[in-house]
């Protein structure tokens, strides 16, 4: 398969969580960052998008892991523009270990945004003016549709956005928001457990000084959704679903 962009990570000691394990927001950046060299070898990048005064903007992730890399662990990560739906750029991702087994997988929706009109640019006019290769390889057998959470939530944290949370852009790192869902989710009733896929949509921006309401619903089988809230004016800025399996011997 052609236009296949291939990147090695070795596993460092700050992208560990307490078991060792690589943790899923530290799989999540090498996914965002294998994402941003493909782009940049594309001509589509951060600095060649500003230049025409337009952006990306990721709005929807899907990540599931089979197992998660160790320390020291050498990684391999393969991904590709795979097509485009209505507003949607997509691009899929694919973790091989040193054996060359799949241990994980991503999908992600992108828009773009022109920087001064907030419009959104449909993607495929991007696409056709660089010629771009696509393929409609995906990792996921349904696409990443709205997040619809099946049930009221009942509020579980609060968290105010501080200055180590914003980005390059002074909005808050996709990343973040993750971890604030997983640590709404995480507890010392549940070390046994451990995240098995976790799928998200970015619906609006948070910033400096903003109160972020993480509210939850609790299913059978491990299952967990989230929507973040503002405080002030009730603006949905994310929602989640987290799904956790019990791991053998536990």
């Keep these: 398969m052609a236009n296949i962009f291939t990147k090695e990570f070795t596993i460092a000691s700050y992208d560990l969580n ?70 949607f750029a997509l691009r899929d991702f694919r973790v091989l270990d040193s054996k060359g087994e799949i241990i994980g997988m991503a999908s992600t929706a992108w828009l773009i945004l022109d920087i001064d009109t907030h419009r959104l640019i449909r993607p495929k006019e991007m696409m056709e003016q660089f010629k771009m290769i696509v393929h409609d390889v995906q990792m996921f057998d349904r696409p990443l549709d709205k997040i619809a959470v099946p049930g009221e939530c009942r509020l579980m944290k609060e968290h105010e956005v501080v200055f180590s949370d914003l980005d390059i852009v002074g909005h808050v790192n996709n990343m973040k928001y993750m971890e604030w869902c997983i640590d709404a989710a995480s507890s010392e009733d549940n070390s046994d457990m451990e995240i098995r896929e976790l799928e998200i949509n970015f619906n609006h921006e948070a910033l400096f000084g903003d109160c972020i309401q993480i509210s939850g619903l609790e299913q059978t089988g491990g299952e967990t959704y989230f929507v973040a809230t503002r405080e002030d004016d009730g603006q949905e800025i994310i929602s989640s679903r987290l799904k956790r399996v019990s791991m053998p011997g536990t």
């Design 18 to 87: 307490p078991k060792g394990q690589a943790r899923l927001t530290s799989m999540a950046n090498f996914f965002q960052e294998v994402a941003y060299y493909h782009a940049s070898e594309l001509g589509l990048g951060y600095h060649e998008m500003k230049t025409r005064k337009t952006t990306w903007v990721l709005s929807r992730m899907r990540i599931h892991m089979k197992r998660y890399p160790v320390w020291n662990e050498q990684i391999k990560l393969e991904t590709w523009p795979s097509g485009a739906e209505r507003l």
